[in-house]
């Protein structure tokens, strides 16, 4: 992809799970350094809607604290 697009170093991570057939993709900014399954400091944290055309109602809110959130670690993987 080009840089116009992705510039280097965002830092950005996509998380998703599925239920059925519903499919959530969460993007994050991870602050600091961390460990994998530790819990995480982000400064972005957002879900995406199910629906392309809801793209629109999103909203960027700030906040003076940081958010911190805890990544799962799949079935049968360690911290190793």
Do not use: C
């Amino acid at each position: 992809m080009s840089d116009e697009v992705f510039p280097p170093r965002h830092n950005l991570l996509a998380l998703w799970s599925e239920t059925g057939d519903a499919l959530s993709i969460r993007i994050v900014r991870p602050v600091g350094t961390w460990t994998y399954g530790a819990r995480h400091k982000v400064d972005l944290d957002f879900v995406l809607p199910a629906q392309a055309a809801d793209l629109d109602s999103l909203v960027f809110e700030t906040a003076d604290e940081d958010i911190v959130i805890a990544i799962p670690l799949e079935e049968g993987e360690g911290l190793g």
